[in-house]
C-alpha cells in the first residue's frame, strides 16, 4: 500500500531529530544511526527502511504503531521507556 492524496506522507514524517548512539549501518552512503530523538526529548530506535511504490511514493500504511520515517526513508519505533 502507498500513500494516498487524502494521506499525506509528511504526517508520518518525524522532522528535527538528532541522531544517538552507534552507528548500525549505512544507506546510499549516508548512515544509519540506532537512535534518535526528537524535539521533546523522545528516544526512538532504527527498525528498517521505508518502502516505495512503484511511482516513488513513500508506503506510510505499513507502518506499525509508533514507527515513524526520519530521512533519508528510515524507518524508527518511538521506545516504550520514552513516553
Do not use: C
Request: overall charge positive.
Amino acid at each position: 500500500m502507498s500513500v494516498s492524496r487524502s494521506l499525506p506522507y509528511e504526517y508520518f514524517v518525524l522532522a528535527g531529530t538528532r541522531s544517538v548512539g552507534p552507528i548500525a549501518g549505512y544507506v546510499r552512503d549516508r548512515s544509519i544511526y540506532a537512535a534518535v530523538i526528537d524535539g521533546h526529548g523522545r528516544r526512538y530506535r532504527f527498525v528498517g527502511l521505508a518502502g516505495r511504490d512503484r511511482n516513488g511514493r513513500l508506503s506510510v500504511l505499513s507502518l506499525q504503531r509508533d514507527e515513524w520515517i526520519v530521512a533519508p526513508d528510515l524507518i524508527y519505533k518511538e521506545m516504550p521507556s520514552a513516553r
